[in-house]
T-cell receptor
Framework: EPEVTQTPSHQVTQMGQEVILRCVPI?????FYWYRQILGQKVEFLVS????????KSEIFDDQFSVERPDGSNFTLKIRSTKLEDSAMYFC???????????FGQGTRLTVV | QKEVEQNSGPLSVPEGAIASLNCTYS??????FFWYRQYSGKSPELIMS????GDKEDGRFTAQLNKASQYVSLLIRDSQPSDSATYLC?????????????FGTGTRLKVLA
């Protein structure tokens, strides 16, 4: 069964460093998302992406965040200068048709020290 | 601000009983509703989607939607200890010509053997 895959599963980084989280969405999906979940809190929307551009972003998704689809398969989230409060699980999701089910990757646990 | 509200629980039910999970949402224009299951430290896993008023059944799960009351619920019949998890309600909101999923905080379900 097709699935969304994310790498790495766990990333530890020092405060101020740049990190890139990678995702391979399901191959025939067109809409891509990043969400994050701080430990013990709700899943929060960060950004949606369609047709090689950002469709919507939340107030969390400030200038230190960026997304890219560098080729036909990968979808990346870059955090330019990490802060302690960026420590969270980051989930990538995709769906095939707008307004239908989104399927989530297994997540990347980001720890900023 | 679009809101999705859930009782955080924990909701404890004995094995074999029916578990009833509830969710309310704020935007009357929402059209798509989803239930995800999340085990501790794992990513959300889609259980059910529902788009029309009424009931939708899939195995032991039944989703119920009442758009007039802005209410969606999930019933789990014959609850098993393996159903113990956090259940996330998600609503798809139309925004800026695209959709984004807004999650509730989740209800923690404990099925007692």
């Amino acid at each position: 069964e097709p699935e969304v895959t994310q790498t790495p599963s766990h990333q530890v980084t020092q405060m101020g460093q740049e990190v890139i989280l990678r995702c391979v969405p399901i191959s025939n999906h067109l809409y891509f998302y990043w969400y994050r979940q701080i430990l013990g809190q709700k899943v929060e929307f960060l950004v949606s992406f369609y047709n090689n551009e950002i469709s919507e972003k939340s107030e969390i998704f400030d200038d230190q965040f960026s997304v890219e689809r560098p080729d036909g398969s990968n979808f990346t989230l870059k955090i330019r200068s990490t802060k302690l409060e960026d420590s969270a699980m980051y989930f990538c999701a995709s769906d095939r048709i707008l307004n239908t089910e989104a399927f989530f990757g297994q997540g990347t646990r980001l720890t900023v020290v | 601000q679009k809101e999705v509200e859930q009782n955080s629980g924990p909701l404890s039910v004995p094995e074999g009983a029916i578990a009833s999970l509830n969710c309310t949402y704020s935007d009357r224009g929402s059209q798509s509703f989803f239930w995800y299951r999340q085990y501790s430290g794992k990513s959300p896993e889609l259980i059910m989607s529902i788009y029309s008023n009424g009931d939708k059944e899939d195995g032991r799960f039944t989703a119920q939607l009442n758009k007039a009351s802005q209410y969606v619920s999930l019933l789990i019949r014959d609850s098993q200890p393996s159903d113990s998890a956090t259940y996330l309600c998600a609503v798809n909101y139309l925004t800026s010509g695209t959709y984004k999923y807004i999650f509730g905080t989740g209800t923690r379900l404990k099925v007692l053997a």
